[in-house]
T-cell receptor
Framework: DAGITQSPRHKVTETGTPVTLRCHQT?????MYWYRQDPGHGLRLIHY???????DKGEVSDGYSVSRSKTEDFLLTLESATSSQTSVYFC????????????FGAGSRLTVL | TQLLEQSPQFLSIQEGENLTVYCNSS?????LQWYRQEPGEGPVLLVT?????EVKKLKRLTFQFGDARKDSSLHITAAQPGDTGLYLC??????????FGEGTQLTVNP
């Protein structure tokens, strides 16, 4: 099932500290996405990438940045974590745009104290 | 922003019962997907429906895409405890990203 892995799977940090979550894929898919999942809100798109060094904002991008220097890696950075960023973060990959079938990672649970 | 509303939010039923989950929007989607998510894992795709009025069956699960491509339903026949999970619908417009509904948490009690 692996083809997409997220690290770390769990992290506890303090307000104001930087945090980087990593997503690694072995499928050579062009598209990579970062979502956050919160009760009552479902999955919300933070940022996505449509190629190396090509990224765009999603609906909840404030406070987050991303980088994609290689096809296989997509990094999500919280420059200065806040308690409102406590969430479960999911990375997803897809071959196509539009009606893209997504394969999700297992998630990274982040707690900001 | 396209919004997808799922109902009900929570559903707890007994094994053997039938159920239907709804996914509604005021927007038209080029396709609609259903995912199931289990605790501690990411969502897994169940089905994609593309044509208005389309019906797809996956064993005891029946998926329907509305004629106007604004809504969809998931019907489970004779639910089993293994069907327990969070069911998510996601709509796609041409050339854009997926929009997810909030999900329906289904619990099937033995």
């Amino acid at each position: 099932d692996a083809g997409i892995t997220q690290s770390p799977r769990h992290k506890v940090t303090e307000t104001g500290t930087p945090v980087t979550l990593r997503c690694h894929q072995t499928e050579n898919h062009r598209y990579m996405y970062w979502y956050r999942q919160d009760p009552g809100h479902g999955l919300r798109l933070i940022h996505y990438s449509y190629g190396v060094k090509d990224t765009d904002k999603g609906e909840v991008s404030d406070g987050y940045s991303v980088s994609r220097s290689k096809t296989e890696d997509f990094l999500l950075t919280l420059e200065s974590a806040t308690s409102s960023q406590t969430s479960v973060y999911f990375c997803a990959i897809g071959e196509y745009s539009g009606a893209n079938v997504l394969t999700f990672g297992a998630g990274s649970r982040l707690t900001v104290l | 922003t396209q919004l997808l509303e799922q109902s009900p939010q929570f559903l707890s039923i007994q094994e053997g019962e039938n159920l239907t989950v709804y996914c509604n929007s005021s927007s038209v989607f080029s396709s609609l997907q259903w995912y199931r998510q289990e605790p501690g894992e990411g969502p897994v795709l169940l089905v994609t429906v593309v044509t208005g009025g389309e019906v797809k069956k996956l064993k005891r699960l029946t998926f329907q895409f509305g004629d106007a491509r604004k809504d969809s339903s998931l019907h489970i026949t004779a639910a089993q405890p293994g069907d327990t999970g969070l069911y998510l619908c996601a709509g796609a417009t041409s050339g854009s990203r997926l929009t997810f509904g909030e999900g329906t948490q289904l619990t099937v009690n033995p």
